[in-house]
């Protein structure tokens, strides 16, 4: 038996996981770990290779090999824009990684790794995945190599619907939902977050949970808040950090709702916060790709309230699993709360049919098996391109890009302004502009 799991193990695949991104745990680095020990768990041999500390140390603590460096991008909005000796340190690193660790296939958890990683993998000849959790602008996609990748994975149908027409002929392009963890979720000693907000039996409480940012929009809850107080007992707990924190609890002393209004520390026992007594979750982002929190708080069976928008409306239903409305509409989530106040048969409605519908539609098992035969597709065929057709199809992209409206018959006033918007915007990538599209 010890020698079958031993053969097992000799003959597992090796998959490199790369991920740039900020020293934190949330949303692409929550389902990083969950595909982490769901391969462990499926017989792959995980290699992480990340630039976060934080993430490192959680891989590390799954059993996973990590290596942990300085990662940067050419010509991108992330700084520093134009550091070559790092980025050369990056591509001889890479190449490097994969011959000692004789990987197999390189899984990219977002765009910004690919920009070394493509041309590596067409030299070596392993297979790459690229797997997106946010929407990449045109001129993004071509800074950071996407047409290198032989397969790319968008969370939802909102991450890929933006490509063009034919953009990406060369790639397997597929959409794989968020697995959900319910060992994440549920817990079986719950925060007391009533009494925390000291809410008393008949008060409703509001949890919002997330990232304390712009596109949260978390200050329409604030007003929503200010405005039903008059009518209702109502309580809010904000859970979180982020850039907005400062003007998010000035707003609070703006409108004298210290009463009300609670700010909890982030915390990585999200479990006791899901399960704990709240009556609902609300989330209204202008701009989502999926909802992590909003799936989990579903499976946690608290009732939703959440923005009609695209990613959030492929995952909800509109009053059959949550109440959707209109983002930066203070007047349709001010009604959207009235109605879960006043309807607790709606309230329950809503809870069980969330729950129902995660649990059974965005399961780890059934992300992982997505990712499975996806893993197995590229492992059973070799790289389709090399280095030099990449850099073919990349500088006919851009070719196509500056001019597509140039061919368009038009006045020549017109075309020598189309030429010159065309280049000032691909000269645009060589600026050291620190803003992101």
């Known amino acids: 038996m010890s020698d079958t ?10 998959i490199l996981y790369v991920h740039y991104g900020d020293n934190w745990l949330r949303g692409s680095e929550i389902v990083l770990l969950d595909l982490l020990k769901s391969a462990k768990e499926h017989h792959y041999h995980p290699v992480l290779w990340c630039n976060s500390e934080i993430l490192a140390n959680k891989a590390t603590d799954l059993g996973v090999d990590v290596i942990k460096d300085n990662f940067v991008c050419l010509g991108y909005w992330l700084l520093p824009r134009w550091n070559f000796l790092q980025f050369l340190k990056l591509l001889l690193k890479a190449k490097k990684i994969i011959k000692e660790y004789e990987i197999s296939l390189v899984h990219c958890n977002n765009g910004a790794p690919c920009q070394w990683m493509a041309p590596i993998c067409k030299y070596t000849g392993t297979p790459l995945l690229l797997h997106l959790h946010a929407r990449y602008m045109f001129r993004d996609r071509l800074t950071l190599l996407f047409h290198g990748a032989d397969s790319i994975i968008g969370v939802s149908q909102s991450v890929t619907k933006i490509f063009k027409k034919n953009e990406f002929r060369y790639q397997q392009v597929a959409v794989i939902y ?20 000291s809410a008393k039996k008949h008060d409703f409480v509001i949890l919002y949970m997330g990232s304390l940012i712009t596109r949260k929009l978390v200050h329409q809850l604030l007003y929503a808040v200010d405005k039903l107080k008059k009518d209702y007992q109502i309580k809010l707990a904000i859970v979180g950090s982020g850039c907005e924190k400062d003007r998010l ?8 709702l210290h009463h009300n209004v609670k700010f909890l520390a982030a915390s990585d026992k999200v479990a006791e916060i899901y399960s704990s007594n709240a009556d609902c979750f609300i989330s209204v ?28 409306n492929e995952i909800y239903t509109d009053q059959e699993n ?9 007047d349709e989530l001010i009604n959207a709360i009235k109605t879960l106040i006043e309807r607790p048969i709606l309230r329950k409605k ?4 969330a729950q129902e519908h995660i649990g059974k539609n965005f399961s780890l098992q059934k992300q992982f098996s997505a990712f499975n035969l996806a893993y197995q597709r590229l492992l059973n065929h070799k790289t389709k391109y090399s280095v030099t057709k990449l850099i073919f199809i990349h500088l006919s992209t851009v070719l196509k890009a500056l001019l597509i409206k140039a061919l368009t018959p038009q006045p020549i006033k017109t075309l020598t302004k189309t030429l010159t918007k ?16």
């Open 5 to 14: 799991i031993a053969k097992v193990k000799e003959v597992a695949p090796k």
């Open 249 to 256: 609890t000035q707003l609070v002393d703006e409108l004298y």
């Open 322 to 330: 949550a109440l959707l409305i209109c983002p930066n509409n203070s």
């Open 178 to 197: 968020n697995g959900i963890d319910p060992n994440r979720v549920l817990c079986p000693t719950p925060r007391d977050i009533r009494a925390e907000l």
């Open 285 to 312: 982002p202008c701009e989502e790709v999926f909802g992590l929190t909003l799936a989990e708080a579903s499976l946690a069976k608290l009732p939703i309230i959440t923005s009609n928008i695209a990613g959030i």
């Open 350 to 353: 809503l809870a069980k049919n």
């Open 422 to 437: 065309s280049y000032k915007h691909l000269m645009l990538k060589f600026s050291w502009r620190n803003s992101h599209d």
